[in-house]
């Protein structure tokens, strides 16, 4: 077991989502390592006094049989770690499928890790304007709050779009296990431990705990620890999990609660690469070159066909703007619209494949430029794209309070031309139109 033990052990379903968790735990002084995967001794050994560690997948573009392949070592090695709670990390907006990113099956597998207890699910995060209210989730956009089948944004995701608000009912085409629900009102009550109690004692395959404000985050969070004090160590969720035990762990003494970071300091220049459909990115895009950015469009047909030529042109053309002393965006879509969907979902792999192409070329460029800031946007792009960068963990470098789940990290390599590199990991639906453009700028601490 590892020395001091371990508050929180965590598997992100993508990228993106494990740094949101890594951000979370940050800005509340708890000191968090983020591996790409189970890391050799060596690695781990250069992080000796963390209290929270985890492991970012690639669970939430994969199937169910993936998963059985994939996910049920790592749950065992999760385990192993003997942290007091080990959290599934899953978006904010829960979108998955039967047949990818299925939820469901994640729990059914971390279930049987950890004893096949009754599994908390948590999915509420009001810091993110995400919230559950009697088992249905809703989530904010552009300073409207819907619910999530009637989201703009999610209703249309071109994977795994959400057509159902009700969580229990859209878990109950990815799982045979039963969900019971305790509610917003029930954890405002003042006999909150007794509809928790009630709950488990009907030995459920999970729990869902609502997550509607502040009090019921804090009275969720508690749930938590009592739930893993009885030995339901295994929980699903968004990083309302870490938002709900911070408050826990601070009322009791356990984390500082707080954190500070030194200042972002500008950079001369920065490389972004993008295979985000999200509305959200194509603003940012749309910002970032009315404000100096080189923004250029890329067929990502030519990483799924190889084209090596195609990737080669585009390739030199963004060195051209870098060494020229211009910030460079290369973007495989611009909003909804442009996503190919239907035309390559018959490709096996061709999502993965961009992904990869995109992570490929961002290597180059800050091999190459020597950058020292560089940004992925994207969660399923961001997931298969760093892995080619040669990185084996992420620190946190400076969480954004303002635009929470899109932090700057600090990569560890053993390629000194990568290893330092500060670099963010953003959501499609996370961010200001202006996120390029600051980390561009810098901010202060």
């Not at 499928?97 to 890790?113: D, K, T, V, Y």
Request: proline share 6%; aromatic share 6%; charged share 20%.
């Amino acid at each position: 077991m590892p020395t001091p033990p371990l508050l929180l052990s965590f598997y992100g379903d993508d990228l993106t989502g494990s740094t949101d968790v890594m951000e979370a735990l940050a800005l509340r002084g708890v000191e968090t390592v983020l591996f790409l995967d189970r890391p050799t001794e060596a690695q781990r050994s250069k992080f000796p006094d963390v209290k929270a560690l985890g492991l970012a997948g690639t669970s939430r573009s994969e199937s169910p049989a993936w998963m059985d392949e994939h996910l049920r070592p790592a749950f065992d090695w999760l385990a192993e770690q003997g942290a007091e709670i080990c959290h599934y990390k899953v978006c904010s907006t829960f979108d998955s499928s039967p047949a990818i990113g299925n939820i469901g099956r994640a729990l059914e597998l971390g279930r049987a890790a950890f004893g096949h207890r009754p599994v908390p699910l948590l999915v509420g995060a009001p810091q993110l304007k995400r919230y559950t209210a009697f088992g249905e989730l809703f989530a904010a956009y552009r300073g409207e709050v819907f619910r999530i089948d009637r989201h703009p944004v999610m209703s249309r995701h071109p994977v795994t779009p959400m057509h159902e608000a009700d969580l229990r009912r859209h878990l109950a085409g990815q799982t045979d296990l039963s969900i019971a629900l305790v509610d917003h009102l029930a954890l405002s009550d003042g006999d909150a431990d007794a509809a928790v109690d009630a709950a488990l004692g009907a030995e459920p395959g999970a729990i869902l705990l609502d997550v509607l404000n502040a009090a019921t985050q804090r009275s969720a969070g508690r749930q938590l620890q009592r739930l893993a004090e009885a030995g339901c160590r295994f929980a699903v969720g968004s990083s309302g999990v870490e938002y709900a035990l911070a408050e826990a762990w601070k009322a009791s003494g356990r984390i500082p609660g707080a954190a500070r970071f030194s200042p972002l300091p500008p950079v001369d220049r920065l490389a972004v690469v993008s295979g985000s459909c999200s509305p959200t990115t194509e603003r940012q895009i749309r910002h970032a070159e009315a404000e100096g950015f080189s923004a250029i469009a890329f067929d990502p047909r030519a990483f799924i066909a190889g084209d090596e030529a195609a990737i080669a042109a585009m390739t030199e053309a963004a060195l051209a703007h870098l060494a020229a002393g211009r910030s460079v965006l290369v973007h495989t879509a611009m909003g909804p619209e442009s996503d190919l969907g239907e035309e390559i979902a018959n490709e096996a792999g061709a999502r993965h494949a961009i992904g990869r192409g995109l992570g490929r070329l961002q290597a180059r460029l800050v091999r190459e430029a020597r950058l020292t800031r560089a940004v992925i946007a994207g969660g399923d792009t961001s997931s298969h794209a760093l892995r080619q960068l040669d990185v084996h963990a992420l620190t946190p470098r400076f969480p954004l309070a303002e635009t929470p789940g899109s932090p700057v990290a600090s990569a560890h390599s053993d390629d000194p031309a990568i290893h330092g590199l500060e670099i963010a990991l953003k959501g499609g639906q996370v961010g200001n139109d202006d996120y390029f453009v600051k980390l561009r700028s810098g901010i202060p601490g």
